[in-house]
C-alpha cells in the first residue's frame, strides 16, 4: 500500500537549480525533484557515491504556499585544485526569499515511515538546495493515506500569517489558486487545464566526478486553497538541528 509524506520546506532562502553554471547559479521557483532527493538521501546518510535506486519508485510533488521573490547574491569563489597564480572568480547566486512550499513523497508504506523517522532524526545536516540555506520551523507535517494528487489538494494553507494578510487584502480567498508541481503517473488522464513539462531532473548520481541526470515528466496544475492551518501549529518542533555539528569545536 502506498502512502504520502508531507514535509514543509521554509526558510529565509532557498535556492534550486538544474543547470546552473559554476559562474551564475540560478534557481527554480519550486523545489525540484533532484533537491528533494538530495535532502532525504542527506537524512538517510546515503553519501554522494553511492546509487540512488532507493528513490526510483517515489513520486514527489510540490505545492507552493507562499511565493518567494527572487535575489542575487555576489561571492567570491576559489578552485584550490587549479595550477593558476590566479584561481579566484565572482560567482553570482541567486536565492528564493521568504518561500514556503508543502511538499509530497508517495511511496511503499514502510519506505514512507522509513523516510519520515531519517527526516526527524538526519544523518547529515539538512538544507534547501545550498548550505547556506538551513531551513526553519516544522519540516514533517505527517504521513497521509491518499496518494500524491489528492494529499496536496486537501493539505490545509501553511502560508505565514502575514503572507496571507498580505494576499487575502488584494484577492478573496474563494478566488485563489496555489500551484501544484507533481511527477506525473503513467497512464494518467490528462487534464486540459494542466501544463505537462519534462526537466532533466531525475537524479542518477549525485558523484561530483560523474554527476548524472535523466529526464522527469511533471504536471503543473492550480488547485483552490484549502482550509486554513492554525500558524501555531507549525511551530511544533523536530530533533534536526542544522548547527549542532559545530558545538565544542571539531
Same mark, same amino acid.
Given at each position: ?17 538544474? %543547470? ?6 540560478? *534557481?527554480?521557483?519550486?523545489?525540484? /525533484? ?6 532525504? @538521501?542527506? @537524512?538517510?546518510?546515503? /553519501?554522494?557515491?553511492?546509487?540512488? $535506486? ?17 535575489? $542575487? %547574491? ?6 584550490? /585544485? @587549479?595550477? #593558476? ?5 565572482? *560567482? ?5 526569499? %521568504? ?16 523516510? #519520515? ?18 531551513? *526553519? ?31 487575502? #487584502?488584494? *484577492? ?8 501544484? +508541481?507533481? %511527477? ?9 487545464? @494542466?501544463?505537462? +513539462? ?53
Amino acid at each position: 500500500m502506498n502512502r504520502t509524506l508531507l514535509i514543509r520546506l521554509a526558510a529565509p532562502m532557498q535556492a534550486w537549480g538544474i %543547470d546552473s553554471k559554476f559562474d551564475v547559479r540560478y *534557481t527554480k521557483t519550486m523545489p525540484t /525533484r533532484s533537491g528533494i532527493i538530495g535532502m532525504l @538521501a542527506a @537524512a538517510l546518510g546515503i /553519501r554522494r557515491s553511492q546509487p540512488l $535506486s532507493f528513490f526510483d519508485d517515489l513520486k514527489i510533488g510540490v505545492r507552493e504556499d507562499q511565493k518567494g521573490t527572487l535575489e $542575487s %547574491d555576489y561571492q567570491i569563489a576559489q578552485d584550490n /585544485r @587549479a595550477q #593558476k597564480k590566479f584561481n579566484t572568480w565572482v *560567482t553570482t547566486r541567486y536565492y528564493l526569499m %521568504d518561500a514556503l512550499f508543502v511538499v509530497g513523497i508517495e511511496g511503499p508504506s514502510d519506505k514512507v515511515a522509513l523516510l #519520515k523517522d531519517a527526516l526527524q532524526h538526519p544523518f547529515f545536516p539538512l538544507y534547501l538546495g545550498r548550505r547556506s540555506c538551513p531551513l *526553519t520551523g516544522r519540516l514533517v507535517l505527517g504521513v497521509r493515506d491518499n496518494n500524491l494528487s489528492e494529499t496536496l489538494k486537501q493539505e490545509p494553507w501553511q502560508a505565514a500569517e502575514w503572507y496571507r494578510e498580505r494576499i487575502l #487584502k488584494r *484577492t478573496p480567498i474563494g478566488q485563489l489558486k496555489l500551484e501544484i +508541481q507533481r %511527477d506525473l503517473s503513467l497512464n494518467e488522464p490528462q487534464n486540459d487545464n @494542466a501544463v505537462v +513539462q519534462i526537466t532533466r531532473d531525475a537524479p542518477l548520481s549525485f558523484n561530483q566526478e560523474y554527476r548524472k541526470y535523466g529526464l522527469r515528466k511533471t504536471v503543473i496544475e492550480s488547485v483552490p486553497i484549502p482550509e486554513l492551518t492554525d500558524v501555531n501549529d507549525l511551530d511544533i518542533p523536530t530533533n534536526h538541528d542544522a548547527m549542532s555539528l559545530l558545538e565544542g569545536g571539531y
